[in-house]
């Protein structure tokens, strides 16, 4: 959605592509792999134009996903194109619109680049106008926590100790003429304090009220919204079927080694990571869409919900909502469905209530990887946005967090398990993961100015390059192929006390 009071000084596409410590990035990558890139190798699939393809998965960051199409503006520079789609949150973002603009073999950036210089991210934070100054102040002043604190012990100080004066000069008026003038000032100012008091808790519970009945957000997220719905149906992606349909449409494929690979089984997909509250799982759109409708045709829901789904920071934004979920009493498919993805006696909501999906994956690449595949025709590429700080997360210890310090850390544990449990258990899938760094800016500072964008903008495109300088994609290869085999080995039945082989898990799952 364009903003027409759009600030003359906003950036537009051309200023980041042309910058001149991207155009080094360029300049690093020729001098490695010549000069139209063409000794770069990272995968066995290609297209009839030379492009090499690979799976994506993007974190989740907040606005720190600028850095994402930094980085995906080099990896589609030097011809890299992308299969299988992934991406929780701002990584939801990008994947979209990597999924949803032109053809598989076009380039997407620059066209990403056009939609990101026309949105006014300030207008992403649309809650009460209250509620919005506050959240500015919180984020952009980086004392606002001490001094909200300070002001409170204050505040709290002048309460009591006027309560206090109050009662002294009650007792000392029976003696002294000047204490019962004092006691009027005194209680002139207690009663001040108590307006003041009594004004701000109303307006606390007014504004609790407001955030209950909105499903516990500040933001109702309306406007991100209706900007990537417009997106969307500029690309003719107006429902589900169409978004499927573009994300598995291929040009002709071709492997590098015909004899003992082909390219006719491969398949592409896009996948947006959310988390649903009722339910109490992890959802992938537009994958499971017959959890919430029998057919396409039957209520049809808009992609662009899937992504609102994916970002949907709680507290932050409003959770989103999937209402008038057919009964599985009279849509027997509906129960099937569930009942395929979860478990017979999973209840089935009315309503669904989705928050950020990396609440529970903030970094999906699991769903890239399948058993059933020794040699991989292409890699499983990610891109991590690391907004720890070095200086403090490795060297503090427990007797120094804070209240917030203490609870973020236990929210990341949380958050972050899954997906780094299956890359504990299947390393060789680190090889293919960029980590962008950026923890000098705040994830959620949606009044970031222009200057910041763009160099976050350039940190992806210093972090994609520096990736494909050292990615090796013959050594992906082979370890990919040695895990899959030790893998393998692992599961083989093991002979009964019948003499029977028993089932592995993977038979058995077949």
């Avoid at 789904?309 to 934004?317: E, R, T």
């Avoid at 910041?452 to 972090?463: L, S, T, V």
Wanted: aromatic letters at 12%.
């Amino acid at each position: 959605m364009s903003d027409s009071n759009a600030n003359t000084s906003r950036k537009q596409p051309s200023d980041y592509i042309n910058h001149p410590e991207v155009q080094q990035c360029l300049k690093q990558l020729k001098k490695l792999f010549g000069e139209n890139y063409e000794s770069l190798l990272v995968s066995d699939t290609l297209d009839d134009e030379g492009h090499q393809y690979v799976n994506l998965v993007q974190k989740g960051g907040g606005v720190l996903g600028v850095a994402l199409v930094g980085y995906t503006y080099i990896l589609e520079t030097v011809g890299i194109r992308f299969l299988r789609l992934a991406g929780t949150s701002a990584g939801a973002i990008n994947t979209a619109m990597l999924a949803v603009i032109g053809k598989k073999q076009d380039a997407k950036s620059p066209k990403i680049l056009e939609y990101l210089s026309n949105l006014n991210f300030f207008k992403l934070v649309d809650g009460h106008p209250v509620a919005q100054q506050l959240i500015k102040t919180f984020i952009t002043n980086k004392k606002f926590e001490k001094n909200l604190v300070r002001y409170l012990r204050i505040f709290g100080i002048l309460f009591f100790g006027s309560i206090f004066l109050d009662i002294l000069f009650v007792g000392l008026g029976h003696h002294h003429g000047w204490a019962r003038a004092a006691g009027m000032i005194s209680f002139l100012f207690t009663a001040i304090l108590f307006v003041i008091f009594a004004a701000l808790t109303g307006y606390t519970l007014y504004l609790y009220n407001r955030l209950k009945e909105s499903g516990y957000g500040i933001n109702p997220g309306n406007y991100f919204l209706e900007w990537m719905k417009q997106i969307m149906n500029e690309n003719e992606v107006t429902t589900v079927e169409a978004l499927n349909a573009k994300a598995a449409d291929l040009p002709t494929l071709k492997v590098r080694d015909p004899k003992n690979q082909n390219a006719s089984t491969l398949t592409a997909d896009v996948t947006f990571i959310s988390a649903e509250l009722v339910s109490q799982n992890k959802v992938e759109l537009p994958r499971m869409y017959g959890l919430f409708r029998s057919n396409y045709n039957d209520d049809p829901l808009h992609p662009a919900g899937f992504v609102r789904a994916s970002m949907s920071i709680p507290v932050f934004f409003e959770s989103y909502t999937i209402e008038n979920i057919p009964s599985p009493a009279t849509h027997p498919e509906i129960k099937n469905a569930w009942a395929n993805f979860f478990n017979e006696d999973v209840t089935i909501p009315a309503t669904a209530r989705f928050v950020d999906g990396g609440m529970l994956s903030d970094f999906p690449i699991n769903i890239f990887y399948n058993p059933k595949i020794i040699e991989p025709r292409l890699p499983s590429f990610g891109i991590d946005l690391d907004d720890s700080d070095p200086r403090t997360d490795q060297t503090a210890t427990p007797d120094s967090w804070s209240l917030m310090n203490y609870l973020g850390r236990m929210f990341n544990t949380i958050r972050f398990y899954y997906d780094k449990d299956f890359l504990i258990k299947n390393r060789v899938f680190k090889k293919g993961i960029g980590s962008i760094p950026l923890s000098d800016f705040n994830w959620l500072n949606f009044f970031v100015s222009e200057d910041d964008k763009m160099k976050m903008f350039i940190r992806g495109a210093q972090a994609a390059t520096g990736f494909l300088q050292s990615f090796k994609w013959n050594d992906y290869r082979k370890e990919r192929i040695e895990m899959q085999r030790v893998l393998n080995e692992k599961q083989q039945p093991e002979t009964t006390a019948s003499g029977e082989p028993e089932r592995s898990f993977y038979s058995r799952k077949a």
